[in-house]
C-alpha cells in the first residue's frame, strides 16, 4: 500500500496571503495525484487531478505541482471560502487508492 | 450537470446488513468506473470498493472484501452496495465517486454522503 503523508496538519493563514501545502508518497506515484477540498458537512469537491490539472470550475488560485513522491497544492491568494481541509490522494497503484490525512487550513 | 444521490444508510446493529445505492444522472453512466469511499467520523477518506464501467471487474479494500459487495444497473443509472457482518468501525457517512473515464482515473464528482451508523 502507498501511504500519503500531508504536512502541516494545520496551517494558519490570513486572507489574501499564499497557502503551500504538501503531499508526499511513500513510493512514486507519477502524476497521478489529485488534490480534494472538503468543507464541514460537505462531500469532497475535486481540485486537481494529474497533479496539476484543476478540475472544471476551480479557480486559477488554485494550483498544484509535483510528480513522482513530492506533490505541492498553492492557493495564491486565500479567499473567505478557502479555509477547509484539503486532502491529497493517489491513483497510481488502482485499485488500492490512498488518500493523505489531511491538513485543516484554518484562518489566522 | 452531474448528480450523484445515495440513499440507505440507517442504524443497524452490530453483525447485521443494509443496501446502499446512488443514483446517478448527467452522465453517461456505464462509460464511467464507479466507487464508493467512507469517512468515519471526524476522521479522514478511505477508499472501500470500485467497479468498473461494465461491471465486469470489483475491487475491494482488505477491511471489506468478503463482507460488502459493490454492483451496477447500468439500464437504471444505479451504483449499488450491500453491507453484511458490520461492525460497529464501519459507522461512517459513505460517498459514491464517479471516475474521470475508467479505474485508474481520478474521483471527479461525489455524492453527498449517507450515514451508516453500527451501533447496539
Known amino acids: 500500500e502507498i501511504v500519503m503523508t500531508q504536512s502541516p496538519a494545520t496551517l494558519s493563514v490570513s486572507p489574501g496571503e499564499r497557502a503551500t501545502l504538501s503531499c508526499r508518497a511513500s513510493q512514486s506515484v507519477s502524476i497521478n495525484l489529485a488534490w480534494f477540498q472538503q468543507k464541514p458537512g460537505q462531500a469532497p469537491r475535486l481540485l486537481i487531478y494529474?497533479?496539476?490539472t484543476r478540475a472544471t470550475g476551480i479557480p486559477a488560485r488554485f494550483s498544484g505541482s509535483g510528480s513522482g513522491t513530492e506533490f505541492t497544492l498553492t492557493i495564491s491568494s486565500l479567499q473567505s471560502e478557502d479555509f477547509a481541509v484539503y486532502y491529497c490522494q493517489q491513483y497510481n497503484n488502482w485499485p488500492l487508492y490512498t488518500f493523505g490525512q489531511g491538513t485543516k487550513l484554518e484562518i489566522k | 450537470e452531474v448528480q450523484l444521490l445515495e440513499s440507505g444508510g440507517f442504524l443497524v446493529q452490530p453483525g447485521g446488513s443494509l443496501r446502499l445505492s446512488c443514483a446517478a444522472s448527467g452522465l453517461t453512466f456505464s462509460s464511467h468506473a464507479m466507487s464508493w469511499v467512507r469517512q468515519a467520523p471526524g476522521k479522514g477518506l478511505e477508499w472501500v470498493s470500485t467497479?468498473?464501467?461494465?461491471?465486469?471487474?470489483?475491487y475491494y479494500a482488505d477491511s471489506v472484501k468478503g463482507r460488502f459487495t459493490i454492483s451496477r444497473d447500468n439500464s437504471k443509472n444505479t451504483l449499488n452496495l450491500e453491507m453484511n457482518s458490520l461492525r460497529a468501525e464501519d459507522t461512517a457517512i459513505f460517498y459514491c465517486?464517479?471516475?474521470?473515464?475508467?479505474?485508474?482515473?481520478?474521483?471527479?464528482?461525489w455524492g453527498q454522503g449517507t450515514l451508516v451508523t453500527v451501533s447496539s
Open positions: 494529474s497533479a496539476s
Open positions: 465517486a464517479k471516475h474521470v473515464y475508467g479505474t485508474a482515473s481520478a474521483f471527479d464528482y
Open positions: 467497479i468498473s464501467g461494465s461491471g465486469g471487474n470489483t
